[in-house]
């Protein structure tokens, strides 16, 4: 296992967030709403049953999951927090284009200390908030915090490769394919490759089921709570005592 590499903590520039929005995440997001209405429970309708119907979304992005979650269900509304603005501006843009602004409010909040109580939300979620995170058990924490008692802490991120050949598989796997009107649009190239150069910095900077277990251990979540489930992510998943 190499060591893990640290990436920019912020994706905040228009170019990088234009680029995020235009990778295909539609499997991925799709799953990650599967799996978290399997854990809330019969079928996420409603997703949070009688816990506070209030979701946060930690490092929301362009507010994509938020929004799928939204579609698929209703009685709830989803507090999306990050802290790139050029992001949250695509955000927004998603948001109305989905119709789904009374439900979806995006709000540029740091990660490692927010603004809400204690136990203010029925559900904290993440997808790939954690590697961009220098010190990530402080995010960790914070997340516990603003979970309600009896609410869920569901968190997925990718997982650290065990070393370089594997990452140059992955990413030659997942980061897509060049466009076909390479020779005639250079710009699309240049977008190509910068999603491919984002995915392997990702890997790189990521953790191990390891190193998240020890770091939930002070939190009093067990390590049985953080599993690989795909040959790339692993996942946290618990319902708070």
């Known amino acids: ?32 709403c599967d799996d978290f209405f399997a854990f809330a429970g019969n079928g996420g309708k409603p997703a949070l049953g009688g816990r506070t119907p209030r ?19 209703g009685g709830f509304v989803v507090v999306a927090i990050d802290l790139a603005q ?8 998603n948001v109305a284009r989905a119709g789904l602004a009374d ?9 490692k200390g927010t603004p809400y109580e204690d136990g203010a939300f029925g559900a904290t979620i993440s997808n790939s908030i954690i590697h961009h995170i220098p010190e990530p058990a402080q995010c960790l924490a914070e997340m516990w ?3 309600a008692k009896g609410g869920l802490f569901f968190v997925r991120d990718l997982h650290r490769p065990s070393g370089e050949s594997e990452v140059d598989r992955l990413v030659a796997l997942y980061a ?17 490759e910068n999603q491919r150069a984002l995915f392997r910095a990702s890997l790189c900077a990521a953790l191990t089921v390891e190193e998240v277990a020890a770091m939930i251990a002070p939190l009093g979540v067990p390590a049985s709570a953080v599993k690989m489930t795909s040959d790339r992510h692993w996942t946290l998943a618990f319902e708070k005592p």
């Open 86 to 93: 050029h992001m949250l501006d695509l955000g927004r843009e």
């Open 1 to 32: 296992m190499f060591a893990r590499v640290l990436e920019p903590e912020v994706m905040d520039t228009a170019a990088e967030a234009r680029d995020y929005d235009a990778m295909d995440h539609g499997a991925v997001n799709a799953r990650f």
């Open 145 to 147: 915090r603003v979970t």
């Open 103 to 111: 439900r979806v409010l995006l709000e540029r909040v740091d990660a």
């Open 55 to 73: 979701i946060v979304d930690f490092g929301t992005g362009t507010a994509l999951i938020p929004i799928e979650l939204c579609k698929r269900a």
């Open 176 to 192: 897509g394919d060049p466009p076909r009107e390479a020779a005639a649009d250079p710009a699309h190239v240049a977008s190509y």
